[in-house]
């Protein structure tokens, strides 16, 4: 039986398993670690995208992957050797290659060199960012650029100098190498712009609102969460005047013409409405003060009538009419008939003032 030492075997016992059974063998297989590559030097240590290098160095024979800067290139190994080809996009940085026992990394930097009167980007600014967020791309050549994509959506730019283009990131973008285009070449940057999600501003919540009732002009404690940048408030879609005291609660007076319906409260983030009705109080209807009839009646007397309107009205009586204090309810009881109430009180000597009022 041959079998093949699998990845994660470690030092240890040999388990053979059938139908009928297992058996262990008595002594222990010893794992041997592969031998992890390195990399010694590389020659040039400079050149142009499609350049082949001369990478040396130990145990490289199993390479899987050789990258510049973190960009895959093609290769080929040799007596021990690799040769690989400078990737398009690839910017200066270490070479690094990968086996099946580990990773090696040079120790210097390989400087990619740009072919004459094509761009390059050396690096960009910020790193990350929204849509809409505006990105300082660094290079060289910048002035021939025809076009800037964010991992492939087009983005709107500007490159007035050869070493600065500024582009905004485009809608629908999404992580990914910003790429700048000529009409003869691409070029990538090596490292992803990652897009970031701005989270919406949350919406306007009213939670209470102190009194639940009142008139045109009334004082309303508006109470809840998110009342930043208040843009308006509104009793039932009447605007109010309004002072934003804090972040959770705003001041309003309720408006003329106003009718009883929901509170809203809107910023730029949108609209919230309370869950019930500010309730509009019924302006009371005026009292109109009714007209009494007086005229003598039996001697030193005098009957005050008025109509079955003014039922409720009290009959009171004052001799000095400055006195505001001075009116006092007439005891005589009135009588009803005819559809008037009528009472006589005395005449006396002085001058008598009368009038109704309601109580």
């Known amino acids: 039986m041959t079998a093949t030492v699998p990845a994660s075997a470690g030092t240890g016992p040999i388990t053979v398993v059938t139908t009928a059974g297992s058996a262990t063998t008595p002594d222990l297989f010893t794992v041997t670690e592969l031998p992890k590559p390195a990399i010694t030097g590389f020659d040039p240590a400079s050149g142009e995208p499609g350049v082949q290098i001369h990478i040396e160095g130990s145990h490289l024979s199993d390479a899987t992957s050789v990258k510049f800067n973190g960009v895959e290139t093609a290769f080929n190994v040799l007596a021990g050797s690799i040769f690989a080809t400078v990737p398009t996009n690839a910017v200066s940085g270490p070479i690094s290659i990968t086996t099946p026992a580990g990773n090696a990394t040079s120790a210097g930097s390989f400087t990619v060199l740009v072919p004459a009167g094509e761009p390059g980007i050396t690096d960009f600014s910020p790193t990350s ?23 492939g959506v087009d983005a709107v730019f500007t490159n007035l100098v050869s070493n600065l283009i500024s582009a905004i990131v485009p809608t629908n973008a999404t992580t990914g ?58 009793f039932n879609g009447v605007e109010a005047a309004f002072t934003a005291t804090s972040s959770t609660l705003l001041a309003a007076k309720v408006p003329t013409n106003a009718v009883t319906g929901p509170i809203t409260v809107t910023t730029a983030a949108g609209t919230g409405a309370s869950d019930v009705s500010f309730q509009i109080d019924k302006v009371p209807d005026p009292i109109v003060p009714p007209v009494m009839a007086m005229h003598g009646a039996a001697a030193a007397q005098v009957e005050i009538s008025w109509p079955d309107s003014a039922k409720d009205f009290v009959l009171q009586e004052n001799q000095n009419v400055a006195d505001k204090t001075g009116w006092k309810n007439v005891t005589v009881p009135p009588v009803h008939s005819d559809g008037n109430y009528r009472t006589t009180v005395a005449a006396g000597t002085g001058f008598g003032f009368y ?5």
Do not use: C, M, W, Y
């Open 355 to 359: 009038r109704l009022v309601h109580p």
């Open 129 to 151: 960012g929204p849509v809409g967020q505006i990105v300082s791309i660094h290079g060289t050549n910048l002035t021939e650029v025809t076009a800037v994509k964010f991992n």
């Open 177 to 234: 190498p910003i790429t700048v285009f000529t009409t003869t070449s691409t070029n990538a940057t090596p490292v992803p712009f990652t897009v970031t999600i701005v989270e919406p501003p949350a919406l306007p919540i009213v939670s209470s609102f102190l009194p639940t009732n009142g008139l045109a002009g009334a004082s309303v404690e508006i109470h809840g969460t998110n009342f930043t940048d208040v843009i308006a408030v509104r």
